[in-house]
């Protein structure tokens, strides 16, 4: 258990009687380039002293949750996008790809010379030979961010290890990097059991996205953290950005959207919040009475 995840009871009851459960999406929603807000960290923590309980429901691994992102003190988190649910430092759900899933997976990347990364919750592992080229595309990533690139690359490059057979790594989900094919084509060529969302972290003319267990999505992670807690549904809410928040939106008692995110996501969110450049999150919890 991390340091940075409370094991213990928020100290105060809500006004109404109600507790409600929080899923905050981290990249877009709750950090931006790795950096998350000050006024987002104080209404978290707000809404934990007001009896809420809080989660980070993140893409991202645990190996991929510096302290930069955690400090604010969570109840627990979603990571791998569903695939690993951990609540008051209680792992609940640590779904790995499959062996034969995994093979496929991996020799398909090989085959094509991707860029990518094996994303566990201990660690993220990368081929020896690719690892100069992936160093290279986040970095250039990350210098988009004037004040963010270096705590959000060393989020990544931080805990990256070199391991000579990936095939034997047993991991959550992929992050590819950088592939020479469409990220459609690298999952119809993988076969059953593959889905993939497509991210824009490589610059144009690259291909990129995240490869995850079909079947799984964040949804199922708030849904299990909920179980957990005896917290009804309707009194859930999630708050994200991307492609891969759609299931979670839809599912949560509320569901809100980062303005500015896909048509689609927007259509399934019952509300909208700033950015977080503009620490959009404050006036969310305000508006949401949570704090």
């Known amino acids: 258990m991390s340091p940075e995840l409370n094991t213990g009871t928020p100290a105060a009851v809500t006004k109404a009687g109600t507790v409600r459960a929080v899923f905050l999406d981290v990249d877009g929603t709750y950090a931006d380039y790795g950096v998350v807000p000050a ?15 809080v989660f980070l429901c993140t893409g991202r691994p645990v190996s991929m949750l510096p302290g930069a992102i955690r400090g604010a003190g969570f109840d627990g988190l979603v990571a791998s996008a569903g695939a690993y649910v951990e609540v008051a430092g209680e792992v ?4 790995r790809f499959p062996a034969d899933l995994a093979a496929r997976t991996v020799a398909t990347l090989d085959a094509h010379d991707a860029v990518y990364v094996l994303e566990a919750q201990e660690s993220l592992h990368v081929a020896p030979a690719a690892e ?3 160093r290279a595309i986040i970095e ?8 963010g690139r270096e705590v959000g690359s060393s989020a990544i490059l931080g805990a990256l290890e070199r391991v000579p057979d990936l095939a034997k790594v047993p991991f959550s989900k992929v992050s590819v990097f950088d592939s020479p094919v469409p990220m459609q084509l690298l999952v119809e060529e993988i076969g059953d059991g593959i889905a993939v969302v497509e991210n824009s972290i490589a610059d144009e003319g690259r291909h990129a996205g995240e490869l995850y267990q079909r079947g799984i999505s964040k949804a199922d992670g708030v849904a299990a953290a909920i179980a957990h807690l005896g917290i009804s549904r309707e009194n859930s809410i999630a708050v994200g950005d991307g492609e891969n928040d759609l299931e979670m939106v839809a599912f949560a008692g509320i569901g809100v959207a980062i303005e500015g995110s896909s048509p689609e996501l927007l259509a399934l969110a019952d509300r909208t919040a700033a950015p977080p450049q503009q620490e959009g999150l404050v006036a969310a919890f305000e508006e949401l009475g949570l704090i």
């Open 39 to 53: 006024g987002h960290v104080r209404a978290v923590q707000a809404a934990r002293e007001a009896g809420h309980r």
């Open 92 to 95: 609940l759900v640590d779904r």
């Open 132 to 134: 100069e080229r992936l």
């Open 140 to 147: 250039e990533h990350f210098s988009q961010a004037p004040d």
